[in-house]
């Protein structure tokens, strides 16, 4: 796994930084990688792809772009409810930076204990709650990312779902920009599908 994940990590940077060609090359193999590897869940529902949720959410800083106003202070991540990938969250924070921001990582047990963020990731436990999470952040620049099938027609930005057995996520670029954030065709071109 830890080769996989070295793998996709290189493959996403040439993305980003690479020449026309050669992001297009990365981009084809990061995605055959990504969606042919087979990311499972065990029986019991335990998330075993917390470290990859988390890959994919620190590029997703990479591929979206806030306003102005967001890019002082620190690039704050929050997560909703209970969830392992908190944990891989926090362990990248104490390494890894977002242009010349520090990574600051919150977890907010409720929606109610929701505060401004660039990124809020919604535990399975809490897609319930999407509604009300909603209504919270409505003047913030944030991108939702959650991992409920059906979220993303309803708020979400993002979505990671299971398909095939597979790790996949769902983009929907019109909920994305309705809170003033640019979505990089890169981006638009790793999602399984786009809205």
């Not at 954030?181 to 790793?190: C, D, G, M």
Request: aromatic letters at 10%; one cysteine or more.
């Amino acid at each position: 796994m830890t080769i996989f994940v070295t793998c996709v990590k290189f493959f996403f940077g040439l993305i980003i930084v690479g020449y026309p060609k050669v992001k297009k090359i990365a981009l084809i193999l990061v995605t055959l990688l990504t969606f042919s590897t087979g990311f499972k869940l065990t029986g019991d529902g335990v998330d075993t792809n917390s470290k990859m949720k988390a890959i994919f959410i620190m590029n997703f800083t990479k591929l979206v772009e806030w306003p102005q106003s967001y890019r002082e202070g620190n690039f704050v991540v929050g997560v909703v409810g209970e969830s392992p990938l908190y944990l891989e969250l926090s362990k990248m924070a104490k390494t890894k930076k977002v242009a010349n921001q520090t990574l600051e990582i919150k977890k907010f047990v409720s929606s109610d204990d929701i505060s401004k963020c660039h990124i809020l990731y919604v535990s399975q436990k809490s897609g319930e709650e999407i509604s009300t999470i909603i209504k919270h952040i409505k003047t913030n620049s944030t991108l939702i990312v959650t991992e409920q099938q059906g979220l993303i027609d309803k708020g979400a930005g993002i979505n990671f779902i299971i398909k095939d057995n597979r790790q996949k996520f769902e983009l929907n670029k019109k909920n994305v920009e309705k809170y003033k954030l640019k979505v990089s065709s890169n981006l638009e071109a790793l999602a399984f599908s786009v809205k």
